[in-house]
């Protein structure tokens, strides 16, 4: 990998510069608003709406309602699977390079509004394809993004493909693998491998690649029966929540309280997770060589603990119904914020998550074990019969969810 990643990186001449909006020469200030001269792509807007905790706040957003494409291509081999993986450099990625799904494009991009070439392999991604295996819509990260979705694809290929030397067919059990190493699969590739039919993925039973206790456990998760009152309870709460009005209310950006807008960006004035600030990027072997764009610069390291835990001697994981603004449906399932520090550690993972529009924005995603599930908890507990159910549906579970569950898949 570090041989192809550096070979990459080198033929692209990655280098990337801040810049000030007034030399920008694709994106532009207009009526509070900051927008691409194509009207394509993306927005950074403002949002008035209530926080968590019931709060009025202001903050900008980006408004990509464009549902992008995330696809892998797979195919057996000899009996074995194997998917098309793309090497992708993108300019807040914390290694510059990350694995992602053979398509990762946003409509601007296939429509070639850059006015660049295609992206590699859109075409086999589309809902009319035959070879379709799988296909739902998944929301992005709710607290960033307005209403946007990435339509995640898994197709068979039975084809002799030609493919740039950003693209390699790998080993599906080579991806599980490297699920457990930092900064190298992306947000995206996580998100289409959790949502596909963990059965198609491999020539197994699922969770039968590693031979431990804890294997064990996931596959018995795997099998249990789904209890239908119970499941019918969790989303018809969070159904009742999609039907519910809140507050969310458009303003210009130089109406945000607590935000000032300068040429260098749009920055906080009391403690915020990020700042807005301007790219410019070069990076020759993209579909455009040459580019400049508004990008999200977190402060600080974000961490998302999935607990699993055990009520009558069977494995269950935590979640809890959350709200955000930016989420289309307004609520899904998300992994519950608590504390325990004696808890077993199973998979720990830091992700640069959506190196596209985020600046090394970094989180680590673990796997805890507490022993005896904690009943207290506010929330629900769910097997992985139920999780994947729910996974091969739309718009259920967050982003931030979805990188989660997808250590689990290291012991698929």
């Not at 908890?377 to 994947?388: E, K, P, R, S, V």
């Amino acid at each position: 990998m570090n041989n192809w990643f550096s070979g990459l990186i080198k033929k692209s001449g990655f280098h990337i510069e801040w810049i000030p909006l007034s030399k920008s020469r694709f994106w532009f200030l207009k009526e509070g608003i900051i927008s691409h001269k194509s009207g394509h792509f993306f927005r950074i807007i403002g949002l008035r709406f209530h926080d968590l905790k019931g709060n009025l706040t202001d903050q900008p957003f980006i408004d990509q309602r464009e549902i992008g494409t995330l696809g892998f291509l797979i195919r057996e081999i000899k009996q074995k699977k194997e998917i098309l993986v793309q090497a992708k450099i993108e300019p807040g990625n914390t290694n510059i390079i990350q694995l992602a799904p053979t398509c990762q494009a946003t409509k601007s991009n296939s429509l070639r509004f850059h006015g660049g070439k295609e992206p590699p392999f859109s075409h086999f991604f589309t809902e009319e394809h035959p070879q379709v295996i799988s296909s739902t819509l998944q929301s992005e990260q709710g607290s960033r993004f307005l209403n946007k979705r990435n339509r995640n694809i898994l197709a068979l290929n039975f084809q002799k493909l030609s493919f740039p030397d950003s693209h390699r067919w790998i080993s599906v059990d080579t991806m599980l693998s490297l699920l457990s190493e930092d900064y190298l699969i992306n947000t995206d590739a996580r998100s289409v491998l959790v949502c596909s039919p963990w059965d198609k993925l491999v020539n197994r039973v699922p969770f039968s690649r590693l031979k431990t206790t804890f294997t064990d456990e996931l596959l018995q998760s795997y099998k249990q029966k789904t209890k239908t009152q119970q499941f019918e309870e969790i989303k018809k709460n969070i159904i009742s929540i999609h039907q519910k009005k809140y507050l969310i209310k458009r303003i210009p950006l130089d109406g945000l309280d607590n935000w000032k807008i300068t040429n260098l960006g749009i920055v906080p004035l009391q403690k915020r997770p990020f700042k807005i600030r301007y790219l410019k990027i070069t990076a020759k072997n993209r579909e455009v060589p040459e580019w400049d764009q508004p990008i999200i610069d977190s402060y600080g390291e974000g961490r998302v603990d999935l607990i699993c835990g055990r009520i009558n001697g069977k494995l269950y994981f935590h979640f809890k119904i959350i709200v955000e603004p930016g989420l289309y449906n307004k609520a899904e399932l998300s992994p519950a914020e608590t504390n325990y520090p004696k808890a077993n550690i199973l998979q720990s993972v830091l992700q640069s998550d959506e190196g596209g529009r985020f600046f090394q924005d970094i989180t680590r995603y673990r796997v805890i074990d507490i022993g005896r599930a904690d009943l207290a908890l506010d929330g629900y507990w769910m097997n992985l019969a139920q999780i994947q159910s729910l996974l091969l549906k739309n718009g259920w579970f967050t982003n931030e969810a979805r990188s989660a569950l997808s250590l689990l898949l290291y012991w698929l």
